[in-house]
């Protein structure tokens, strides 16, 4: 059974910081995953995707890696701003799934805070 | 690109009502939809799965009779919760599976539902 686990589950870091947040998976058969971003009482936000092929994913500031054969992704967020903070959720989508059954796992998220 | 519409974002409803929530993908037809649901401080959990034309799959542990899911067209897949109660109180968010395009999948910025 696939379960996805997030370190740490919050972090709080100073303005202009460069950060790493950590997402891991039990089972390396993986289709792809997903980065998101969840503000406080708002939705979810798609950061990057990064297929099982694929090994990064850069948008902007933030650089996604994925390492399948450890079960590891990260997300590195460069020069971290204040409007930064939010929950990031990672989600994976598993490979062997019945036909027409594409459901993600999602992991707890990590509630960070970029202070002024 | 493909966008999944949820309505309302946000809803407030008096305990003992019924609420509806629609997904729509927008430029797309989805044969799949999912929904989700996520309690406080934890991950998003899928509840089920909906085929168009077809009764949706339910994840174990999900009453069928509290969270109706209707998948009448390509388009829209709508979840209802009856009867709420407080404890229904939660942020409910839908995916749609686009055929033709490696089954990707597109979430929905999601809906708060508020029981009081």
């Known amino acids: 059974k696939q379960e996805v686990t997030q370190i740490p589950a919050a972090l709080s870091v100073p303005e202009g910081e460069n950060l790493v947040l950590n997402c891991s998976f039990t089972?390396?058969?993986?289709?792809?995953l997903q980065w998101f971003r969840q503000d406080p009482g708002k939705g979810l936000t798609s950061l990057l995707l990064?297929?099982?092929?694929?090994r990064e994913q850069t948008s902007g500031r933030l650089n996604a890696s994925l390492d399948k054969s450890s079960g590891r992704s990260t997300l590195y967020i460069a020069a971290s701003q204040p409007g930064d903070s939010a929950t990031y959720l990672c989600a994976v989508r598993p490979k062997l799934q019945a036909s027409g059954t594409y459901k993600y796992i999602f992991g707890t998220g990590t509630r960070l805070k970029v202070l002024a | 690109g493909a966008v999944v519409s949820q309505h309302p974002s946000r809803v407030i409803c008096k305990s003992g009502t019924s609420v509806k929530i629609e997904c729509r993908s927008l430029?797309?037809?989805?044969?799949?939809m999912f929904w989700y649901r996520q309690f406080p401080k934890q991950s998003l959990m899928l509840m089920a799965t909906?085929?168009?034309?077809?009764?949706?799959?339910?994840e174990q542990g999900v009453e069928k009779d509290k969270f109706l899911i209707n998948h009448a067209s390509l388009t829209l897949s709508t979840l209802t919760v009856t009867s709420a109660h407080p404890e229904d109180s939660s942020f409910y968010i839908c995916?749609?599976?686009?055929?033709?395009?490696?089954?990707?999948?597109?979430f929905g910025e999601g809906s708060w539902l508020t029981v009081v």
């Open positions: 995916s749609a599976s686009r055929a033709g395009s490696g089954n990707t999948i597109y």
């Open positions: 089972d390396s058969a993986i289709y792809n």
């Open positions: 990064i297929q099982s092929s694929q």
């Open positions: 430029d797309f037809q989805a044969t799949t």
């Open positions: 909906s085929n168009e034309g077809s009764k949706a799959t339910y």
